[in-house]
């Protein structure tokens, strides 16, 4: 019940005031919306870029962590994607929407700020490796079938051209690669830009946790109610149980395990949503997911953290 209480609640209660302020209209949607491209497009950036400076890149890109956790993440937007189309016969184009939604989990602003508050910020290591890839990872997965569903295999340059633009015009993707660059060349920055570089992104998370609560107030559970229960499960029990199973076999060490299996377990990201809202596939399906297992992973986030060494 501590966890609950010191580590799990506080992130919730950020998550919640955004939502109340919302509800009560003293935040717009426009607002709202001015302060998530904030976070997205500049706060987060930064603190991933700082991320990047300063991660060891031997001891944090182990193979053993990014296969676990990256093994795992296909195998669930796989098998999504075909119990999709077994059990509740859709278009091969809403299967892959559905699988997406399986496969992106929340690793940013749930899955640092829940590792960081658990374990301190020496244990966002492994993390930060986990999200430099996660982005293009399920972006290319993602897109890669859907233009295969939406060309059937025709016109192999555009579907590698439409992969490639998706992936390299995401700020997260930019701001990690050129943390990668600086920490790779030992490039020294100056102090100034350091400590401005402090400032953005000790509001990164509190920022990016307050607008998701405000993006999640629009959302109202409604679509299929098949699919989004089997998104729940495979998103908040599955994917982790998968990752877990994968990080023990591969003898992964205690951190490496925390930050693989809680990332695993986060509720789908707001991704899952511009992914459905881009093909015009599952929205409902998709924001009442993102809604709800948001909701609901407050106790399962709770489990996983007892049940983690």
């Known amino acids: ?7 799990i609640l506080p992130v919730f209660m950020v998550i919640g005031l955004g939502y109340v302020t919302v509800w009560r209209k003293l935040f ?3 607002n709202i919306d001015t302060l998530m491209k904030f976070a997205q497009n500049v706060a987060i950036p930064f603190l991933l870029f ?3 400076i300063e991660i060891n890149l031997e001891q944090s890109f182990q193979p053993r962590l990014l ?6 993440s296909f195998i669930v937007f796989f098998l999504s994607t075909i119990c999709t189309r077994w059990f509740f016969k859709r278009a091969w184009e809403d299967c892959v929407t559905i699988g997406f939604c399986c496969l992106f989990c929340n690793s940013l602003v749930l899955g640092l700020s829940i590792t960081e508050r658990a374990y301190g910020a020496d244990a966002l290591q492994g993390n930060f490796a986990i999200v430099t890839l996660h982005a293009p990872f399920c972006y290319g997965v993602g897109i890669t079938a859907m233009e295969m569903a939406l060309n059937k295999g025709r016109d192999p340059i555009r579907l590698i051209r439409n992969v490639a633009v998706a992936m390299f015009k995401n700020t997260l993707v930019i701001a990690m690669i050129a943390g990668f660059i600086v920490n790779f060349y030992n490039i020294s920055l100056p102090h100034a830009a350091l400590d401005a570089i402090n400032m953005i992104e000790q509001v990164a998370l509190p920022t990016a946790l307050f607008g998701m609560g405000g993006v999640l ?7 299929d109610i098949g ?3 089997m998104i729940s499960f495979a998103s908040l029990f599955l994917h982790p149980v998968l990752v877990l199973f994968l990080a023990t076999y591969f003898a992964l060490e205690i951190q490496g395990i925390r930050s693989a299996v809680l990332t695993s377990a986060m509720a789908p990201g707001i991704n899952a949503y511009i992914f459905a809202h881009m093909y015009q596939r599952c929205q409902e399906v998709a924001a009442s997911t993102v809604l709800l297992t948001t909701m609901g992973s407050l106790f399962t986030i709770w489990a996983w953290l007892n049940l983690l060494p």
């Not at 296969?67 to 795992?72: A, E, L, Q, R």
């Open 50 to 52: 700082k991320g990047m």
């Open 67 to 72: 296969g676990s956790f990256y093994t795992g």
């Open 1 to 7: 019940m501590q966890v609950l209480l010191d580590v």
């Open 217 to 223: 107030y629009r959302y109202r559970p409604s679509g």
């Open 227 to 229: 699919p989004i229960i």
């Open 28 to 30: 717009t949607s426009e």
